[in-house]
């Protein structure tokens, strides 16, 4: 695979049913995070063109909502297939956008068709249901209720940078399926991968209109989307701070948001150290730690947290760093920003007395993994998302003190437990304040078809497929009245 980008395209967005250039006349630039220079360019898309693209969804999406469920499914069968047809292409898109390693773009390219299939299978079986009057005390045996989803008409699906492919078809597919129509703004450094991912399902020959996907400036059609009349749920996945301000700004619409995480792996004295040290090592390190559900601190009792801290530091060193060409775990972060704020977040915990084990290199945006003990509350690395791939390990005297320090976070995304107690096991993970707790394993998101949710400022909420199928429906009832 040539790193080198010879010609550089600039890609068009996908408005009420066609590939055009944005009136705006502008650009943007994507730079690659490992290649560090720009690899294409995409369209700032425009507040009118926004406007006639929720419209032609809207138009769209009566015809489409018309269709049975086998219907709409065959489309997204068709787009499945175009996916894994063109998972080559599409994985190295990815790569050179978001610097994630080549096998592993390929992997998510095809878990994602895997879930748009699954999608359409677990749409067909939302059966609904009717109600007897009279099972009411009183009721009357002359009413009969029939309960059926519905659509809820236009979503705006908003896409992160991390998984530009699979986060993004989460979205949209139960949404086509539950019969609605979509505006899709995928990350602008993720843009390129949501592109080459909308091509493909436009090949399905699905109805003009029903999607459209709008890159551009946050400033210009961000809050604009956020607050258009015509949109009538939005489904978010990115950071808590976003979160924030689109619930703030969105008003009387259904909102599911997938935020940050500061996800703690609780080790217990009696823990299984080769377990907890591959699935700490596979959870917070993979993709540089650009992951919500990466394990971020490392809560271990006083036991074992010096063996605990050298078996890390082990693996830790033979970890591979450099290019996604090469299949690196650890890469370059997405940006220059963001690598300087892991570097402040470890700079700060040092100042303070944390004790550097291994890492503390860089160069530009890569940051090699760092492993950081004695790390202690008033340390900034024990608290905030760092999106990176930094590990602070602090140690704790009790199961009660862990919980405790787990809990103290804004954040309750996921948490790990590891023990070979199952009684201590479920104990801890009733208390922890987390959407999911993983026990003898590393958090992660999946499989797609278990609920994934998030508390506190990790989210609101609950995606998984049937989860998203639910939320981007409603139910409807109609009353039969019986002579």
Known sequence: MASNVSELTTYNAFLAGEWKKS??????????????????????????????????AHEAQKSWALLSLSERGAYLERWADELEKNDK???????????????????????????????????????GESLRGDGFPGGSQKKLGIVERVPLGVVLAIAPFNYPVNLSASKIAPALMAGNGVIFKPATQGSISGIKMVEALSRTGLPKGIISLTTGRGSVIGDY?????????????GGSSTGRHLSQQSAMIPLVLELGGKDPAIVCEDADLDVAVKSIMNGAFSYSGQRCTAIKRVLVNEKVADELVSRLKAEVEKLTVGSPEDDSTIVPLIDDK?????????????????????????????????????????????WIEPFGPVLPVIHVQSDDEAIALANKSEFGLQASVFTQDIDRALDVARQVEAGTVQINGRTERGPDHFPFLGVKASGMGVQGIHNSLISMSRQKVTVMNLK
Do not use: C, W
């Open 23 to 56: 009136s705006s006349g502008e650009t943007i630039a994507i730079k690659s995070p490992y290649l560090r220079e720009t690899i294409g360019y995409v369209q700032a898309v425009t507040q009118d063109e926004v406007d006639q693209a929720i419209q032609a």
């Open 89 to 127: 292409e599409i994985a190295t898109a990815i790569m050179q956008e978001v610097g994630k390693g080549y096998n592993d773009a390929r992997k998510e390219v095809v878990r994602t068709a895997d879930l748009i299939r699954y999608t359409v299978q677990e749409a067909l079986h939302l059966h």
């Open 225 to 237: 989307l956020v607050e258009h009349k015509g949109i009538n749920m939005i489904s978010f996945t």
């Open 338 to 382: 963001a690598a300087d704020f892991v570097q402040g977040l470890i700079d700060d915990a040092l100042d303070k007395n944390a004790t550097l084990v291994t890492g503390n290199k860089r160069e530009d945006n890569l940051l090699y993994p760092t492993l950081l003990d004695n790390v202690t509350e008033e340390m900034k690395v024990a």
